[in-house]
């Protein structure tokens, strides 16, 4: 499979472009030095903790906010003094109010109200828009008579409406439970695609974020960190701040001792030894540096296998999610390693690859080790 992420093509103008946007209240920087472009077509993730900017960031490019620094192009035209309701956007608040006494039709009717229709258009777009989203046959309900998904489909449909070249999505999702988050998520991508509109969406959630996105700017206290496809951000972290923030990882300190071509020998104290990895640029002999390993990259067993990058440690802990097991493993120098393995075949309790307090080995493959000099 391709990754969006990688299919960018340098030659195309983007679709938006952000260049050196800031935004202080008071002296309170809410957002510093953003530098972005984002292409037509994308479903584009701002991603990060709370209070860390992303709504403010999104609330500019609606024209809801002005920049204190930088510009904004949206489509090849500087948005500066351009009015939100003169901006080709629209946005999805974070908290979606629909109108309680309003049908679900009159709701996504509401989006079109000041646009210059007559009655049967404004009715078929309606209804185009509901099919859209899969709710014709809801449309004389009111919001308190369907389901929490229904629901923010209807404010999707409304947010569709007006034909908007961007829509802004502030958390869309995070009203749902988790297995109706997922479905919507795949009906999400399913109308992006659909009506080529841009997206671009807030959440917090970094694995809707990597399900949901060509790609993702990681943010932390009002600064972008890292842009990437999902599996750029995932396997290539730039700093430990991305690596721990997006998905699960164990970091330990190493010194450099060599690099040979491809290949990084760094001393890790805490695992007695010294770790093959892949070399980053620009890595040399006497550096320090964080080593983050993945649980799932490490495989667990109980005889002791050939091959570098072997540990030994006890299981201190032990969970059973179904489809996979989490070790942790305590290491001789007592730091805890946490392994995922799959449970490929159906076991029995005795089955397993190891249970509490027994002795097991651990491996990694040099290529898995994520060195990090941030
Ligand atoms: N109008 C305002 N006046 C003063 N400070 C503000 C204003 N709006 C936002 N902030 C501050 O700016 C920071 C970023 O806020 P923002 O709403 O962008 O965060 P967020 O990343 O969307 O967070 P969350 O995930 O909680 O929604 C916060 O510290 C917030 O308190
Ligand atoms: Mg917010």
Redesign the pocket.
Known sequence: MVEPGAERVGTVAPFIRIEGVGKR??S?R??ENVNLTIDRGEIFSLL??????????L?MLAGFEMPTEGRIFIDGQDMAGIPAYERPVNMMF?SYALFPHMSVAKNVGYGLKHEPMTGPQRADRVREMLDLVQLGPYAERRPHQISGGQRQRVALARALARAPKLLLL??PLAALDKKLREHTQFELMNIQEKTGVTFVV?T?DQEEAMILSSRVAV?DK?RIRQVGSPTEVYEYPASRFVADFIGQATFFDGVVRSVEGPVAGVEVGALGLEVQARAVPGLVAGQAVTMALRPEKIEIMRERPEGPNVVAGAVEDLGYFGNHSIYKVRLPGGEILSVLSANARRVGESGRVAVWEDSVWMRFDPAAVILLTE
């Not at 990060?48 to 960031?57: F, M, Y």
């Open positions: 209240f008071g309170f809410a957002v990060g903790g709370s209070g860390c900017g992303k709504t403010t960031l609330r974070q502030d958390e807030v917090h943010m009002g």
